[in-house]
């Protein structure tokens, strides 16, 4: 596995990640057309993009990192079949190298259900694992998700 940074993302890298997201992330985070997923991404500052790339050059996992009201801010989603396996913690350690810190949202129960009918995985075990700390008193509840912010600070 190889990353790859990158501030602006190619038209096809977009297909491939908007596909990504809508496969692996809850269903009510799902994105109905590229445009709504260029316009979230138009949305945010500051964006720097990690591809997570396998040998046969095949896009299997992003990270990005953003700026939102003077914090630092990630997301990471990474294909199902590649997860366990300590590809998240390479792409993190990636993101941690080039961050003093970082903020997240994290769904943290196990009742969302995934455009495929499957159960959605909170990965709170994950950002424990990677040093991240929550902060249970800060949610968010809306019609898209509900969950906790996550920080690590270097």
């Known amino acids: 596995m190889k990353i790859v940074q990158k501030d602006i993302l190619s038209a096809e890298e977009k297909e491939v990640l908007c596909d990504l997201w809508n496969k692996e992330y809850p269903a009510r985070l799902h994105l109905k057309t590229i445009e709504d997923f260029e316009s979230y991404l138009n949305g945010i500052s500051n964006k720097k993009h990690y591809l997570l790339f396998d040998y046969s050059n095949k896009i299997n996992g992003w990270a990005f990192t953003f700026l939102r009201e003077n914090e630092n801010?990630?997301?990471?989603?990474?294909?199902?079949?590649?997860?366990?396996?300590?590809?998240?913690?390479?792409?993190?350690?990636?993101?941690?190298?080039?961050?003093?810190?970082?903020n997240g949202w994290v769904i943290d129960q196990e009742n969302e259900i995934k455009q495929n009918n499957e159960l959605y995985k909170s990965p709170m075990p994950f950002y424990i694992k990677n040093g991240f700390t929550f902060c249970s008193e800060i949610r968010i509840e809306n019609e898209k998700m509900s969950g906790v912010k996550i920080n690590w600070t270097r």
Do not use: E, P, R
Not at 75 to 95: E, H, M, V
């Open 73 to 102: 801010w990630f997301a990471i989603i990474l294909d199902s079949q590649i997860q366990g396996k300590g590809n998240g913690s390479f792409l993190i350690n990636k993101l941690k190298k080039n961050n003093d810190s970082l």
